[in-house]
């Protein structure tokens, strides 16, 4: 049997945690659906035209819910026509609108046009610090608390009356100043902090949340989600988690970051959605969520490469062939290909490939279909006979012209 065909779970050995679903336009995060890949435009939201091309170049390469910053009402009011082009133009997009200080005016409009609001705890409401406060008292925090529930009360409703969705977004370096007196600069402000919105929205009889809780720092992001998943599954909550460390940078340090932190939860079974943030084009962000997907094997979207990393035993040049049996198959979807140099670790360690190509003899490369060797056939006719071996399969398709 090809491994794509296997059942996720048999395949990763990851137990994923039990969210319930909830909705953003024709997405939907947890309650079991694939984790779903998120990223944001830059440009600026009262460029309609721009934002418009942004969205769907983020699309078109496998982004599934797209984030546009929402600073003003006047930014709320754009998105009806960005909106509204994307239907003429293109296609529905799911989208989120991000939604941070004072954001009472500004997401309500807002919810209008797009499927999910994402707020921030610490500056919906915000209260601007005092130089001189030694201390937060029970009162004062409560007060704060009433007011907040009393301006999110209209947006929860107009997303609950509209079947949409809201994500709860907990940033490490925003949080509210009555949260840092109460438990510090901590992952436990930051959970209690988020704890606090949902109940006031399940008041409200609203249970369509998206919980993130990000910091720029990996261990806080990490012990943050984690603490997070413990105090709901205590107080019988189900909510899906968004992943991401934010600002994580650029270049290969922010990839390895965010692969840090998100990889790490996930692999424990932990988030429904993620976010790579990088300081690049928002195109770069895409490749790596389902790289990091792909390596935990929760999503098959592109071809798994297996290849052992070159010893005095190889028989051919390695690298410059992994590069040609990738040149020839990465249009590939779902596939798992090895390459090894040699017969001392090949067979075994390729077990779980679909296609394997081997140098077991020099001047020749040994082709196999799953763990069977199918034939021999000289090194410069290895590629094109892989090829062959996979069309005689019916599982080649042709790449598409550039």
């Known amino acids: 049997m090809l491994s794509w065909l296997l059942p996720p779970p048999v395949e990763t050995g990851i137990i994923r945690r039990q969210t319930r679903p909830v909705p953003v336009g024709s997405v939907t995060i947890g309650g079991g659906h694939p984790v779903a890949v998120q990223s944001m435009i830059n440009e600026d939201t009262l460029d309609i035209p721009g934002s ?68 921030n705890p610490g500056l919906y409401v915000f209260e601007k610090p005092k130089a001189d406060r030694t201390e937060y008292t029970q009162a004062e925090f409560n007060e704060i608390g009433e007011k907040i529930r009393e301006t999110l009360k209209p947006l929860v409703e107009s997303l609950r009356d509209q079947g949409k969705s809201m994500r ?12 840092l007196f109460t438990y510090g600069d901590t992952p436990e402000g930051m959970v209690e902090s988020a704890l606090e919105f949902i109940r006031m929205c399940e008041s409200f009889g609203f249970y369509h949340l998206e919980i993130s809780l990000k910091a720029s720092r990996v261990p806080v992001m990490i012990a943050a989600n984690r603490l997070m998943v413990k105090r709901m599954e205590a107080l019988g909550m189900d909510y899906p988690l968004h992943l991401g460390v934010t600002e994580a940078g650029d270049g290969e340090y922010g990839r390895i970051k965010s692969t840090a932190g998100i990889g790490t939860l996930l692999a ?53 062939v992994l590069h040609k049996v990738r040149e020839a198959t990465s249009h590939l979807t779902g596939l798992n290909i090895a390459v090894m140099g040699c ?40 590629v094109i006979e892989l090829i062959n071996l996979i069309k005689a399969d019916g599982q080649w398709i042709e790449p598409k012209e550039t």
Do not use: W
């Open 52 to 119: 418009v091309a942004a969205i769907r170049r983020l699309h078109e390469i496998g982004c599934e819910i797209v984030r546009v910053t929402v600073p003003s009402l006047a930014h709320a009011k754009a998105m009806e026509e960005i909106r509204d082009r994307l239907y003429k133009t293109y296609q529905p997009v799911p989208l989120v609108a991000d939604v941070h200080h004072n954001g009472m005016k500004i997401a309500l409009e807002v919810a209008n046009y797009v499927d999910n609001v994402r707020i």
């Open 168 to 179: 709860i977004g907990v940033n490490h370096g925003s949080l509210a100043e009555r949260m």
């Open 268 to 320: 424990e079974g932990i988030g429904d959605t993620i976010r790579v943030s990088l300081t690049e084009a928002p195109e770069k962000e895409i490749p790596v969520c389902y790289g990091i997907l792909q390596a935990l094997g929760l999503r098959r979207t592109m071809v798994e490469y297996v290849a052992c990393p070159s010893c005095g035993r190889t028989l051919f040049n390695l690298e410059e």
């Open 343 to 382: 017969i001392v670790n090949g067979p075994g360690e390729m077990a779980d490939a679909d296609y394997g190509y081997v140098g077991k003899q020099p001047g020749f490369i040994s082709l196999y279909r799953g763990r069977d060797e199918v034939k021999k056939v000289p090194e410069d006719q290895g």
